[in-house]
């Protein structure tokens, strides 16, 4: 069974750094793409990137490029995004999920990690 | 960048047929994925390749496309339908996905 097993929440204040993980279960992580998904409080799914382990080929949503980096450590089993310096804006849960396939969409999520960015 | 648009929200009675519809420019050639996802939970894929049904998802789930428009369709709306539906697709070079705005499926 496929599992994608997130880390917990965080609370962190504007201008520190931030690494959430997502470790994967049950499948061979490093042939498939694992993505992540932004959810601001209230609003809707955002597209952020996505990552092939194997050799860590990274695609990025414009509206992330350069605000987040995704990584793959193929070691643990884990995808992760980082940031550099937090906003308010960032406030929101990720989550992660795997691709499905060949085909451009999403087959297993993860549960979502809560970010909150609060002075 | 691509965009693609759903309404905001769609409202039916038990027993009728909801319609969501997603518009975008690439979806002649792009194929489209549905989403459903209720508060506190991850997303719940209901419809791939614009029509097909993953294994577990009722029947009176539906995927249809158009044009430039893909369209699910719940027939038969139960009150555990209730939620959030999300369209989602990738620009024409198939490099960036997106996700429509969402969906509130209300039952009256």
């Known amino acids: 069974e496929v599992q994608l097993v997130q880390s917990g929440a965080e609370v962190k204040k504007p201008g520190e750094s931030l690494k959430i993980s997502c470790e994967a279960f049950?499948?061979?992580?490093?042939?498939?793409?694992i993505g992540w998904v932004r959810q601001m409080p209230g609003k809707g799914l955002e597209w952020m990137g996505i990552?092939?382990?194997?050799?860590?080929?990274?695609r990025y949503s414009p509206s992330f490029q350069g605000h987040v980096t995704i990584s793959a450590d193929k070691s643990t089993n884990t995808a992760s995004v980082q940031w550099n310096s937090l906003k308010a804006s960032d406030t929101a849960t990720y989550f992660c999920?795997?691709?499905?396939?060949?085909?451009?969409?999403?087959?297993?999520w993860g549960r979502g990690t809560l970010v909150t960015v609060s002075s | 960048s691509y965009e693609v648009t759903q309404p905001p929200s769609v409202s039916v009675s038990p027993g009728q047929t909801a319609r969501i519809n997603c518009s975008g420019d690439?979806?002649?050639?792009?194929?489209t994925y549905w989403y459903q996802q209720k508060p506190g939970q991850a997303p719940l894929l209901v419809i791939y390749?614009?029509?097909e049904r993953p294994s577990g998802i009722p029947e009176r789930f539906f995927g249809s496309s158009s044009g430039t428009t893909v369209t699910l369709t719940i027939s038969g709306v139960q009150a555990e339908d209730e939620a959030d539906y999300y369209c989602?697709?990738?620009?024409?070079?198939?490099?960036?996905?997106?996700f429509g705005g969402g969906t509130k499926l209300t039952v009256l």
């Open positions: 690439a979806l002649p050639k792009k194929y």
């Open positions: 999920a795997r691709r499905g396939g060949s085909l451009n969409f999403f087959d297993s």
């Open positions: 049950g499948y061979s992580f490093t042939n498939s793409w």
């Open positions: 989602q697709s990738t620009d024409t070079t198939g490099s960036y996905w997106v």
């Open positions: 390749k614009d029509t």
């Open positions: 990552i092939y382990p194997d050799d860590s080929d990274t």
